[in-house]
């Protein structure tokens, strides 16, 4: 089902992060998945000349340092990165980190889902949207279990 889509997740959290490995391994064992624990780590691996970039990247907000949104800002504003399928995932359902994130230009939002299921769910979808998809969509899509 997966040909080697490659996924990024930047979370402090450690256990979101084991989770969520677990999870894509298991959803779609051929995704090629990079973990990293903050912000200035993920940029400094994109800044590498020859760094492979993802084609989704699920996002965290609520970071120590840079926070998911400066982040998405800075990808968005670069030439070399505003193409990258941004998915913001995070604990908050407010619906000004929602529009927040619209207006920075990610492309999906994600509530982080309390089950596996859930998780599944959100996986899904945002790889048929984002990655199986001849036409992404126009609008940001607001994932949830």
């Known amino acids: 089902m997966c040909s080697y889509r490659n996924v990024m997740l930047v979370d402090d959290d450690e256990d979101d992060r084991f989770v969520f490995k677990n999870t894509i391994n298991e959803v779609y064992p051929n995704a090629i998945f990079n973990e ?3 912000a200035d780590e993920f940029i400094s691996f994109l800044e590498f000349e020859n760094a492979m970039l993802p084609e989704l990247l699920f996002l ?3 970071m120590p340092v840079k926070n998911g949104f400066q982040v998405l800002k800075t990808l968005k504003r670069d030439e070399r990165f505003r193409n990258i399928n941004v998915v913001m995932f995070s604990t908050s359902s407010l619906k000004d980190d ?3 994130a ?3 230009g990610a492309d999906g939002y994600a509530v982080k889902p309390c ?3 859930g998780l599944q769910n959100v ?3 945002a790889f048929k949207s984002f990655l199986f998809s001849e036409k992404p969509p126009k609008n940001i899509i607001i994932l949830h279990d």
């Open 98 to 100: 929602m529009e927040i």
């Open 36 to 38: 990293f624990e903050n």
């Open 60 to 62: 965290d907000i609520n």
């Open 102 to 104: 619209r207006k920075l």
């Open 115 to 117: 089950t596996f299921e």
């Open 123 to 125: 996986l899904n979808v």
